[in-house]
């Protein structure tokens, strides 16, 4: 831990009353019981309540996604960018709070060099 990832999330979802979503920008989205219009429905509807959007951010390459309030959308899409670069630490995100890290895995042919480099130092006596 230690070093502060910053979220790509920037969005919330507000749930309207007729069953649609809108997406907004956190300081903007309009408080539940507030209007807000919708696009589907080419008309004003009410705020229900509303949601910090999910994403996910990659270390490895910098690849950044964000979801709206779909969070399986998010796991299934992070979790599938971490199984083609394992070695890449891949980070998933609700607004700014971590939700998971899918941790960097080392590649396989390192992994007999440095069983050999940890023999060798244990055969230094210790002093
Ligand atoms: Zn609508
Ligand atoms: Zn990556």
Redesign the pocket.
Known sequence: MGKRVKSPVKNKTAFLSCHHTRNYKVSQIPDAGKESWCFRCQCYSIVMHHVLDFGFK??????ARTFGAARLNMEIAASR??RR?PT?E?IGFKGDEKLHTWAKVDKQDNGSNSLFDSDTESEIPPF
Request: glycine residues 10%.
């Open positions: 990659c270390m490895g390459c910098r690849y960018h971490h670069f890449h891949v």
